[in-house]
């Protein structure tokens, strides 16, 4: 593996991560909120 390889691989690690980081941050409010209408 080229030194470019394993930095495109870091990059969409890291990118992935910061997603799926910040859905789930913006999903548990929104289910919070859905479990507080339910009740």
């Known amino acids: 593996m ?15 991560l910061l997603v799926r980081a910040s859905v789930w941050m913006a999903k548990a409010p929104w289910d919070e909120w859905d479990e507080d209408d339910r009740n």
């Open 2 to 16: 080229t030194f470019g390889v394993v930095l495109w691989i870091g990059v969409v690690v890291a990118v992935a």
